[in-house]
């Protein structure tokens, strides 16, 4: 057992890792120079190759207690707090809308400035680092985050995480170390998932490669039976696409399905912290609330409905990942590739796509969804969005 473990198919990655480990701890215990360890990182990859995993176990390493054997056992608490979320010198951020807020990076960049409680790192890992600059050219949270990299804490370690190196901005990226995962084998993923979830092995299988090796997508399609239904849903959209009218449909389709999964995602989760913070300020008493918490109940308000914009908007970007998976198994089929079908169990309609038209037009609707995506990104309403997609596809 490993803090590892979880990290499907990145070999490389892993060593490159625990080689920095081991000279973050030379460090920690000063017996050398801790050459191979640096302050700032950036981990890139595709959708799905674990980025967000990569970082989260790096910290464990970091942050491991077992002086016995390889930094990152997985056994002591440090690592299982580490992997859980609950570490008091690991921070995860994401942002709760659309983008990282500048408040929010400003007061991360004053928290990550304090000492490690217990003697060894301050790790916060930033998810979506490519969401840092936001619409606002003027409030770039980027600019804040960018003095604390430059001029780190001793024992501060900032992990940013992005789909590229292209996604993070020049000034950040020119000072962190790159570490680039891979895709992972759609067999790796069907084993893991078996492994550590106990999902049957032919459900494994199939979940795996019709997720494209998404790791997080190929367990909910393995372990929730509505995602297997919606999947299924999109993957008749191509098919019933024949009218202007059938186009409409389908777009107000696809966006009312995201926005019930967002609220089923959200609702339950916002009330009990509303209600938590209520009860922390006071509310019920025969004083009432006073102006500060009536303040932090509005801002919390807030947060929520960012949240909600952002879940909605992250499940509409699944299923339009779906539509692309598709048609690039009508492209594979047309050109006569010999690669594996991501969607084999709708292979009937994969043929009949791609007797349908000429490889060109394929791949002008793969266009056409990637560009929804671009348009759902820049914020976009996501019914124009999806409308222009689905008559581009008819």
């Not at 490690?116 to 790192?121: A, H, K, L, M, N």
């Not at 098919?239 to 609702?267: F, H, I, K, P, R």
């Not at 043929?351 to 038209?357: Q, V």
Request: contains cysteine.
């Amino acid at each position: 057992m490993s803090v590892w473990d979880d990290l499907v198919g990145q070999e490389r990655v892993v060593d490159q890792l625990a080689a920095a480990a081991r000279a973050a701890r030379e460090v920690v215990a000063g017996t050398g120079p801790g050459l191979g360890m640096t302050h700032a990182w950036v981990f890139t990859g595709p959708p799905g190759s674990g980025r967000s995993t990569a970082a989260r176990s790096f910290a464990a390493a970091l942050q491991c207690s077992d002086g016995q054997g390889e930094p990152g056992c997985g056994r002591c608490h440090a690592c299982q707090t580490a992997l859980g979320g609950t570490h008091p010198d690991v921070r995860v951020v994401r942002p709760a809308g659309l983008h990282h807020l500048t408040d929010d990076i400003r007061t991360l960049v004053r928290q990550a400035a304090l000492s490690p409680s217990d003697g060894r790192w301050q790790v916060v890992i930033i998810e979506d680092a490519d969401r840092l600059e936001g619409p606002d050219l003027a409030w770039r949270p980027a600019n804040s985050l960018l003095k604390a990299i430059e001029e780190p804490s001793p024992r501060t370690v900032w992990v940013l995480c992005a789909p590229s190196l292209e996604d993070v901005i020049a000034t950040i990226r020119s000072r962190c170390r790159s570490v680039a995962l891979r895709t992972p084998p759609a067999q790796a993923v069907a084993e893991v998932l078996v492994r550590r979830d106990g999902i049957d092995q032919a459900m494994a299988s199939f979940a795996a490669r019709a997720a494209q090796s998404h790791v997080g997508r190929a367990r909910r399609l393995a372990t929730d039976e509505a995602s297997r239904l919606r999947r299924a849903e999109i993957m008749k959209m191509p098919g019933q696409m024949v009218s202007v009218g059938a186009c409409l449909t389908a777009a107000a389709n696809l966006v009312d399905a995201a926005e019930e999964e967002a609220g089923v995602a959200t609702v339950a989760r916002d009330a009990a912290e509303t209600e938590r913070l209520a009860l922390a300020l006071g509310q019920g008493s025969s004083k009432g609330l006073d102006a500060s918490s009536r303040a932090q109940l509005k801002d919390l308000d807030k947060q929520h409905k960012r949240r909600a914009t952002r879940t909605h908007r992250d499940i509409l970007d699944l299923a339009l990942l779906e539509l692309v998976a598709f048609y690039r198994d009508v492209l594979s089929i047309q050109l006569g590739a010999r690669v594996e079908l991501a969607n084999v169990d709708v292979e009937t309609a994969l043929l009949a796509a791609a007797r349908s038209c000429h490889p060109e037009r394929t791949l002008q609707r793969i266009e056409s969804v990637l560009a929804c995506r671009a348009a759902l990104a820049s914020n976009v309403a996501p019914l124009l969005a999806a409308e222009a997609m689905t008559l581009s596809l008819r």
